[in-house]
């Protein structure tokens, strides 16, 4: 399983205070039970962190990194994406995984923002389901994604890379 090593069991012991963070989730809203999971995720990871942030809603994970831009210019601090493709018998999973992967990047990169990079890219639906932090789920990528958002956008701001001063 690929969170061997994952960092996100210390960071529910020990969270960091980010209440002073301008914060926000879009999540796509395909595959309702998966994305039910990395909502619910995102939100206990939120809570742990003390932060608030609205939850908005996208069709799909392909229009995970415009939305993200605009929360961005709007002056959010940290994004989280949430999303998952499964893979199908024809190449769109590959252009929409690469499309959602290269825009998010694009985002941080061009507006200095830290992005929660939730976007499950999965062979399979069980896949999906070990990943989306349901109860029996191996893995919180929710959780974890906003967990990884929030640390970033609080080193962002110790470095000088962004945040209110």
Request: proline share 3%; glycine share 12%; aromatic share 4%.
């Amino acid at each position: 399983m690929s969170g061997v090593g994952s960092p996100t069991e210390r960071y529910a012991a020990e969270p960091v205070d980010c209440s002073d963070l301008q914060v926000a989730v879009v999540a796509a809203s395909w595959h309702d039970q998966v994305m039910d999971g990395l909502v619910a995720g995102a939100q206990k990871a939120l809570a742990d962190f003390n932060v608030t942030a609205d939850v908005v809603r996208v069709p799909g994970s392909f229009e995970l990194p415009v939305v993200a831009d605009a929360l961005a210019r709007a002056g959010h601090e940290a994004v989280v994406a949430l999303g998952v493709v499964i893979r199908g018998g024809t190449p769109h999973f590959d252009y929409v995984c690469s499309a959602a992967t290269d825009g998010l990047n694009r985002v941080a990169l061009d507006h200095g923002v830290a992005i929660g990079f939730g976007l499950l890219t999965c062979d399979t639906e069980q896949q999906a389901l070990d990943r989306a932090g349901l109860e029996g789920s191996q893995e919180d990528k929710g959780y974890e994604a906003t967990a990884a958002a929030l640390l970033t956008a609080r080193t962002l701001r110790e470095v000088g890379g962004v945040g209110r001063r």
